[in-house]
Structure formats: C-alpha cells, structure tokens
C-alpha cells in the first residue's frame, strides 16, 4: 500500500487543498451565528382567550382590544390610567423600526397572557408610521392595546422618552415605582420584574 510520502506532488496538493477546504467549512459552519431574526411567541388564540377568562372588567376591556392601535394621546392614555387604578400596570415603549423592541415583544407576548388576569398591560407606540406599526403587531400579537405616540407626547409624560424599548411600572395606586431602560433579553427577566414590582 503507498504512503503519503510515495504519492505524486501533484496528488499530494490536491488532497492538501480539499483538507483546506473542508476544514474551513467547518469553522464557518461552527462560527456562524444562530439566525438573530426574532419569532413571535406563537401563542393560539384559544389559548389566550382561555388563559385570560374571568379576569375583572378593567382588565377584560384591555383584552377585549388586544393588539389594537388606539388614538387619542396623552389625555386618552391617563384616562386610561386612571381607570386602571387598583391594578398594577406594566407600559411598554416600543416602535416597529426598533430591533431591541422586535427582540423583546415574544416576552411580552407570554407575559401578558401568564400575568393578564392581574396585572394590566399597555404598550406605546412611539415615533412610528400607523402601517408599519400595525405589520408589527400582526407579526407579534399581543393581548393588550397599544396608543399611538408619534411625537412621544405620552413617553415624555411617563418618562420614558429616552430609551427603545423602554417599560415603567405603575403601582395599584397610579404611582410610577420602576422603570427599565433597554431591552428585556429573556421572558424570565421580565416576569421577574413583573414579580417584584408590579405584584410586590
């Protein structure tokens, strides 16, 4: 049987090349990163409904107009607040055009469903086009309304005109106790959150 050594140059080259190129196929493959596209939490519509069935009324009207865009401004938004007292409420700033806000928006698909009959859940959407942000929330339904903020007249009133994505929490008495800059990376964190300060 040859050796390598007794192989042809030529041979020898050939087979050198494909080791290569092999070899940097597998590091490409190893290194590459996992697809950063983000994926709706896919959670059916039953399974919603069936989840968030008997909460109390000001929470089922929030339900009843889930993914919804909803105008009216500053003054629509505390009303909404105010009407809300006695429950703790999670706002959500965010925007289709935002990655970090496309990245966190399957945490909070779960976590309004697992935490809706208790805690209420709102979410502005701040210096968007109303297309673009209704495509957004047809790939990332959620179970709460959203209130149109082109001008982030309503994140400045909360105060969370600096950040995308951006969350305040509200005690059961109206009272603004937290908020968290930047993205929620995991479900976890969040509901963590949600534990501490929206259900302390």
């Not at 909070?108 to 297309?131: C, E, H, L, M, N």
Request: glycine share 4%; proline share 6%.
């Amino acid at each position: 049987m040859a050796t390598f050594s007794a192989v042809s140059p030529r041979k020898r080259l050939a087979a050198l090349a494909v080791l290569l190129v092999a070899l940097v196929v597998v590091a490409v493959v190893v290194a590459r990163p996992k697809s950063s596209t983000p994926h709706s939490a896919n959670l059916s519509k039953s399974a919603v409904s069936a989840a968030l069935s008997g909460s109390p009324a000001a929470l089922s009207s929030l339900h009843a107009q889930g993914n919804q865009l909803l105008s009216g401004g500053a003054e629509a938004f505390d009303a909404r607040l105010r009407q809300l007292r006695g429950y703790p409420v999670v706002v959500n700033k965010w925007a289709s055009w935002c990655g970090p806000c496309q990245t966190e928006f399957p945490a909070y698909q779960r976590a309004s469903v697992a935490f809706g009959r208790r805690v209420a859940f709102i979410g502005i959407d701040s210096k968007d086009a109303t297309p673009a942000a209704a495509a957004f929330l047809k790939r990332f339904p959620v179970s709460y309304p959203s209130y149109t903020d082109p001008h982030e007249k309503i994140a400045r009133a909360v105060q969370a005109a600096t950040y995308y994505p951006q969350t305040v929490y509200f005690d059961r008495q109206g009272k603004e106790v937290f908020d968290h800059a930047g993205p929620y990376e995991t479900a976890a964190s969040l509901e963590k959150d949600i534990r501490r300060y929206a259900l302390q």
